[in-house]
């Protein structure tokens, strides 16, 4: 369990160190902003690549589609003399709080079914304690990460 917070602490530390620009991809994609940023050719571009200038004018066109390949997306990088870095960023801003909403959510699941089940044996619980037992459920789920937190 300790290696696992240790490894989503290290890949949150690096999504934290991410450049902000770089999780928003331009309008026109990577490639058609970097090379005109750059003042580079199709026909330059196309002769660094080995292909013609209408085949880099396609993935220009892929990439804004999404429909561009890794390795395409690579070998234009490096045409440009740039390198190709991708990776996941969490919605959330950050892995540790990914794993807490959804910690959240089954906990409240859980304890919210639990209390209906309660309230209709005439035992039903405040507010105060549902809440209490939403946090300690939340803080259990967090720690221990079982499987069905992401179903």
């Known amino acids: 369990m300790k290696n696992k917070q240790l490894l989503i602490k290290q890949l949150d530390d690096k999504i934290q160190q991410t450049p902000m620009a770089l999780l928003n991809i331009p309008i026109g994609g990577w490639v058609t902003t970097i090379r005109k940023a750059l003042g580079i ?46 990776g996941f960023v969490p919605k959330d801003g950050s892995i540790d ?43 259990t789920l967090k720690q221990e990460m079982p499987k069905y937190l992401w179903d």
Do not use: C, F, W
Not at 52 to 62: A, D, F, G, L, M
Not at 107 to 115: G, L, N, P, W
């Open 41 to 86: 050719s199709l026909q330059q571009i196309a002769g660094k690549m080995a292909i013609t200038p209408q085949s880099v004018k396609e993935i220009e066109q892929r990439e804004v589609t999404g429909s561009i390949t890794l390795k395409s997306l690579g070998e234009a990088a490096d045409a440009m003399d740039m390198k190709l870095v991708y």
């Open 97 to 139: 709080k990914m794993i807490e909403r959804k910690a959240r959510q089954v906990a409240e699941s859980i304890v919210m079914s639990t209390s209906h089940n309660m309230k209709l044996e005439g035992q039903e619980n405040t507010p105060e304690r549902i809440a209490k037992a939403i946090e300690e459920m939340t803080a």
